[in-house]
């Protein structure tokens, strides 16, 4: 997991209620990115933020939220508009000048 | 579309034997390639990354990488039942260090 802390680890949550999803790192990497995974399948890209102040949408980021006020901090909202917010969530972090990316422990979401 | 496809699996093999895990790419800039290890109910751990043509070793793994047949697989030698996990083959795509992930080799080592 290196420096990479997200938390709650597990999140129980209400259909129409937003929840956010902690984020931290102390790697000092400019990168930070949002996944989730369904079970059995791989890691798709919800959003990611390369500065402070600056994001972008990945592929599924309806339904979600990001913000980068701090290069160490880059949280998640999963709002009441995610039709299937269920899932393992993942957060990673990578210096810019390569290609790596190492992971969080992970949020698993559960909405019912 | 940029794609990353493996074989879903699972594969199972003995303990003590190879386990071959294979992946194909879509995208043929690509200059390098990862190969996570995801045991159940955690995150993915980097486990090899490949840049150029040829093998690399690392202990009992081994990556191959043949850009030009867009494949990159993951050996795993003298195979453990602690070796069980899914492994996940990623590379790079778009212009801000973003990693396509394909779906996972679920492996089974049986003691």
């Not at chain 2, 040829?54 to 009992?60: F, L, V």
């Amino acid at each position: 997991d290196g420096g990479i802390t997200q938390s709650p680890k597990y999140l129980f949550r209400k259909e129409g209620q937003n929840v956010t999803l902690s984020c931290e790192q102390n790697l000092n990497h400019d990168a930070m990115y949002w996944y989730r995974q369904d079970p059995g399948q791989g890691l798709r890209l919800i959003y990611y933020s390369q500065i402070v102040n600056d994001f972008q949408k990945g592929d599924i980021a309806e339904g979600y939220s990001v913000s980068r006020e701090k290069k160490e901090s880059f949280p998640l909202t999963v709002t009441s508009a995610q039709k299937n917010p269920t899932a393992f969530y993942l957060c990673a972090a990578g210096d810019l000048g390569g290609d790596l990316q190492y992971f969080g422990p992970g949020t698993r979401l559960t909405v019912t | 579309q940029k794609e990353v496809e493996q074989n879903s699996g699972p594969l199972s093999v003995p303990e003590g034997a190879i386990a071959s895990l294979n992946c194909t790419y879509s995208d043929r800039v690509s200059q390098s390639f990862f190969w996570y290890r995801q045991y159940s109910g955690k995150s993915p751990e980097l486990i090899m990354s490949i840049y150029s043509n040829g093998d690399k070793e690392d202990g009992r793994f081994t990556a191959q990488l043949n850009k030009a047949s867009q494949y990159v697989s993951l050996l795993i030698r003298d195979s453990q039942p602690s070796d069980s996990a899914t492994y996940l083959c990623a590379a790079p795509s778009g212009s801000a260090r973003q990693l396509t992930f394909g779906s996972g080799t679920q492996l089974t080592v049986l003691p």
